[in-house]
C-alpha cells in the first residue's frame, strides 16, 4: 500500500552532516505523517522525529537541535537533515509511515523503509 526507499546513508566523522531521503509511493503522501527511526546493534528500535502532513515536527531527545525533519509534499519525500554528528548517531536509519495522530511508538508505524546505515567515526 505504502513503498518507502531510504537513501542518504554513509560514513561520516565526527561533527560532521548527513541528509537522509525517503522517497513514498503508493498512496497520498500529503495525508501521512512521517517518521524516522533508528536502531544500533543490540539496542531497541529507538524515536528520531517525526512530521505530521501539516508539517508539526517532534523530536527525539537524542536528535533536539541536531537534526532537522522535513517533507516535500510534491517530490513525496521526507528528509532528515543531520548534523554535528556523533560516534553514538551510528545506527541503520529507518523512514516509517502513519495515519495515527502523533505517536513515537514504532509499533504504531504501519509501512517502512529498508533502512540506509549511518556510521560515525571518530
Known amino acids: 500500500q505504502v513503498q518507502l526507499v531510504e537513501s542518504g546513508g554513509g560514513l561520516v566523522q565526527a561533527g560532521g552532516s548527513l541528509r537522509l531521503s525517503c522517497a513514498a509511493s503508493?498512496?497520498?503522501?500529503?495525508?501521512?505523517?512521517m517518521g524516522w527511526f533508528r536502531q544500533a546493534p543490540g539496542k531497541e528500535r529507538e524515536f528520531v522525529a517525526t512530521?505530521?502532513?501539516?508539517?508539526?515536527?517532534t523530536y527525539g531527545e537524542s536528535a533536539k537541535g541536531r537534526f532537522t525533519i522535513s517533507r516535500d509534499n510534491a517530490l513525496n519525500t521526507v528528509f532528515l537533515q543531520m548534523n554535528s554528528l556523533k560516534f553514538e548517531d551510528t545506527a541503520v536509519y529507518y523512514c516509517?509511515?502513519?495515519?495515527?495522530?502523533?505517536?513515537?511508538?514504532?509499533?504504531?508505524?504501519?509501512?517502512w523503509g529498508q533502512g540506509t546505515q549511518v556510521t560515525v567515526s571518530s
Open positions: 503508493g498512496r497520498t503522501f500529503s495525508r501521512l505523517g
Open positions: 512530521i505530521s502532513y501539516t508539517g508539526i515536527t
Open positions: 516509517a509511515s502513519r495515519t495515527v495522530p502523533f505517536t513515537t511508538d514504532p509499533t504504531r508505524y504501519e509501512y
